[in-house]
Structure formats: structure tokens, C-alpha cells
């Protein structure tokens, strides 16, 4: 007898969007709330002009769809050196992972503050806060723009004013910030003249061109890319399209915005999406833990009888709770730590099919095509004298929020964001407790795609 408890997620990233990635043990996710489907079948319903009766044909099916979607505690993977469990999913939502810079700091001024902007000598070197630090220590931040920090550099936060010099540090943590652009990268040795930045080049296959994309960075014999059309794989053929030289393509990989295939099992019956892209929010109230809700939309594969995998393992930290957090906002120079009774994020995401009449199924994968990100937070009711809700909505200044769960390394998880623009406030009743729910929209905080910070260090 089947049953619904007696469920399995594998999510793997894939290399050639739209095409089974074949997930395994490796790629196992410990996951609440798994439900696949119902599958979006679209069926072109007609009533022929010629027919005697109203009883209708069988009609023809177009395009279909199929929706993923499931839960994950928000914490630490409980090493530092290791993607926290969410990465994957994360990722496949259109954010970009990069490393959080930290560095022992000293000769601290004053405050520096989560979701503070800090900089080096001007605004071409600039980072985004993790954690509250008041005094020597150490300071994780996302840098997001120009050289990172070196030792003996000054660090300035932009509002607070609070300085510090930096002491030997490094890349430690992962940390996670909306993208905007679908990237992949390949390996190639040219054997003339190479591909200049953004030109054009196209990929061959027994003579004949199967695509083409834009270069958008080069290091070395290392090309990153964003694809226009067609799939290259590993001993294709690519051509600079102005300079003529070619090269055999390796490593084809995506590494910004990748597309994942989805492999949920339910006791013994396995359905896939592939080329599947989602959305997200991040919930949970005072004393609890806080929980990913991920949405994904993807093609129909894989339906088949199937055993679960065996041999999955899965981190053994326990989620931190919203308790004990350095949690608050900030406005000018000031930081204050209000009662926070709970928060939600949303990425808020447009996942939207690819069309292509080439494709067997109508299109190619689901794509991120547009994004609303907020942050809304439940405070206990303050006065005009500690912050104005209010006023701030009404004026559009934007104000900073930030906060670290946890306190073991590798099992610190966090929010951060730089310019939030408060876009409602609603009275609330909390167990008899006057509140407002907080709503604040993420905006750009330096050169865009810096405007929300999730990480782990």
C-alpha cells in the first residue's frame, strides 16, 4: 500500500538546460512538504462549426508543465567550508553564490552594522554587512563591488561612520544574491584570432552551427557566456564569429541562474521535471525556526515505477530558531534591535516557459523573467521617537535590515539587506500584543543584483 509520507527529492543542477541531469544519492535533499504536479496540460478546446451535436471531439493537447514544490529548514550545512543544504534550490531560483569576505577587524570606531553598506577609499570598493559588530572582531561581509578588502586597509561603514582596519582575512562562507543573468562558461584554446568581449561566437557541430552566445568575460583560455540559442556540448566546435579562430569547447557548464532537474519519488511511483526554475519565501515566528518554501515550474519527463535511492546522507545540524538573534533595522547612524515577533521573505520571482517550436514539448525551460523581492517584518509597536514606519513609507527613504540566526560557525544563517523601502504598514493583534507588519521592498543597493543577502558563515 503506498503512502504519502514515503517521499524523496533529488535536485540536480543541470548541464544543458531542458535535458535530464540524472540525479542520484548525491543529489538528495532533505525536504518537507514534497508535492508534485498537478501537471499543467494545456488542451486547445474547439467546437467544430460543421458538427451535428454538442457532444465535442477529442481535442488536441499543446504545451505542458509541471510544478514542483517543497520545503527546507534554513540552516547551516555545520562546516563553513561547505555549501549550506539550500544552495542547490537557491541557486535555481536566480541567485548567484559567492563567497563572504571575513576579516579580523581593529581599532573599531564605533558600530558597523547587518545591512550596512561598508567601502574602501571610495564607492568602487564596496560590500554589504553580515553581522552586528561593535567593537574588535570579526566582520563577514558580501563584497558586490571592486577589489576586496586587504590587510591593513581601512573599512568604512557609509552610514554609520564606524571605521576599522582590517586585519588578514579571506573568502569564508557562502552567501547568496539575486541574479539577472543566465551565465555559462567553457573551457577553449583558440587557434587564431580568440573571441574580444562581447562578441558572438558559434558553436559547430560536424560543420554545422547549433548555436551561439555572447561572451561576457574571458580569464584566460576560460570563457563565460550568455547563451542566445542552442545547447553546445563537450567537443563541439566554437568559432569566433569576427576574428575566425576555433577551438574544441570543454567543461560546458551553467554557473549563474542554472536550470535543475527535479526528481521527486513518491513510494515507488518517480515523475522529473527538467529545465525547472522557482521562486521562494523564507518564514518563521518568534522562538520557532524558519523554513524555505520553494515553488519550481519545469518540463514533464521522467513517469515512472521506481525505487527511492538509498545511500543519501544529509547534514545532522539542527535548524537555529528565531531566538537569540541579532535581528533589527537601521536608519542613518542608528541600528536598533526592536522585538521582532516574525519575518518572511519573498524573492517574488516571474518563472515563465521558453517557447521554441524546435523543442518536442513547445519550449526549452522555465525562466526567471522578472523579480519583486520583499521583507516583511512583524514588529511590536514602537513610537514616532524610535522609528517612524509612517513617515518612511510616506517619504520613500529607505531604510537597512538584517538578521543572524545561530551562533556555532557553519551554522549561522542570515538576511541582509541595504536599501529597503518601506511599502506598507499594518496594525497587527499578536496574542493581544499591538504590532505592525512591516512590508519593505528590496531596492538596489550599489550596481543591481545586490538588493537581498541570504548567507551562511
Known amino acids: 500500500m503506498p503512502l504519502t509520507r514515503k517521499t524523496q527529492a533529488l535536485v540536480k543542477i543541470e548541464t544543458i538546460e ?20 498537478p501537471d499543467d496540460v494545456q488542451v486547445d478546446e474547439r467546437a467544430a462549426a460543421n458538427s451535428g451535436t454538442l457532444t465535442k471531439p477529442t481535442q488536441p493537447v499543446g504545451r505542458s508543465s509541471r510544478p514542483m514544490s517543497f520545503s527546507m529548514d534554513f540552516k547551516g550545512s555545520g562546516v563553513i567550508a561547505n555549501a549550506p543544504p539550500w544552495a542547490v534550490p537557491v541557486r535555481a531560483c536566480s541567485m548567484f553564490e559567492v563567497a563572504p569576505r571575513f576579516h579580523p577587524m581593529t581599532s573599531v570606531s564605533g558600530c558597523y552594522q547587518p545591512g550596512e553598506l561598508v567601502e574602501i577609499g571610495s564607492s568602487n570598493r564596496q560590500g554589504i554587512v553580515l553581522n552586528k559588530l561593535d567593537g574588535d572582531g570579526d566582520l563577514y561581509m558580501a563584497w558586490i563591488r571592486g577589489a576586496v578588502p586587504s590587510a591593513s586597509e581601512t573599512i568604512t561603514g557609509v552610514a554609520s561612520g564606524t571605521t ?3 586585519g588578514s582575512g579571506g573568502s569564508q562562507g557562502f552567501a547568496y544574491l539575486p541574479d539577472s543573468e543566465r551565465v555559462a562558461s567553457f573551457t577553449c584554446t583558440f587557434s587564431a584570432t580568440a ?12 560543420g554545422k552551427t547549433v548555436g551561439a552566445a555572447q561572451v561576457i568575460a574571458i580569464n584566460g583560455n576560460v570563457y563565460d557566456i550568455i547563451p542566445h540559442w542552442g545547447d553546445p556540448v563537450n567537443g563541439d566546435t566554437a568559432v569566433a564569429t569576427t576574428g575566425g579562430g576555433s577551438g574544441t569547447i570543454s567543461n560546458y557548464g551553467l554557473t549563474r541562474s542554472p536550470s535543475v532537474t527535479i526528481a521527486g519519488n513518491r513510494d515507488g ?19 520557532s525556526f524558519m ?3 520553494f515553488n ?5 519527463d521522467l513517469n515512472a515505477d521506481a525505487l527511492r535511492v538509498t545511500g543519501a546522507s544529509f547534514p545532522s545540524t539542527v535548524a537555529p530558531r528565531l531566538a537569540g538573534i541579532v535581528g533589527g533595522v537601521g536608519t542613518g547612524v542608528q541600528f536598533q534591535e526592536l522585538p521582532i515577533q516574525g519575518i518572511e521573505v519573498d ?8 517557447g521554441d517550436a524546435n523543442a518536442p514539448s513547445g519550449f526549452r525551460y522555465a525562466n526567471v523573467t522578472d523579480r519583486t523581492p520583499t521583507v516583511t517584518v512583524e514588529f511590536d509597536q514602537v513610537g514616532k521617537g524610535s522609528i517612524d514606519f509612517h513617515t518612511l513609507q510616506q517619504t520613500g527613504s529607505p531604510l537597512r535590515f538584517g538578521a543572524l540566526l545561530g551562533s556555532v560557525a557553519g551554522n549561522r544563517v542570515g538576511i541582509a539587506g541595504n536599501k529597503m523601502q518601506v511599502v506598507g504598514v499594518n496594525d497587527q493583534d499578536n496574542n493581544g500584543t499591538a504590532t505592525f ?3 519593505m521592498a528590496c531596492r538596489q543597493a550599489a550596481d543591481g543584483d545586490d538588493e537581498l543577502v541570504l548567507f551562511q558563515i
Not at 543529489?27 to 508535492?35: E, H, P, S, T, Y
Open 269 to 287: 511511483y518517480r515523475r522529473d521535471a527538467v529545465g525547472a526554475r522557482g521562486s521562494f519565501t523564507l518564514s518563521g515566528s518568534a522562538g
Open 437 to 439: 507588519s512591516v512590508r
Open 347 to 354: 524573492l517574488g520571482n516571474t518563472v515563465s516557459p521558453k
Open 291 to 293: 523554513q524555505l518554501a
Open 164 to 166: 576599522g582596519t582590517a
Open 296 to 300: 519550481f515550474t519545469g518540463l514533464v
Open 195 to 206: 573571441p574580444a568581449l562581447g562578441e558572438v561566437v558559434a558553436y559547430t557541430r560536424s
Open 18 to 37: 531542458g535535458t535530464n541531469a540524472a540525479p542520484d544519492q548525491n543529489d538528495a535533499l532533505g525536504v518537507f512538504d514534497l508535492n508534485i504536479g
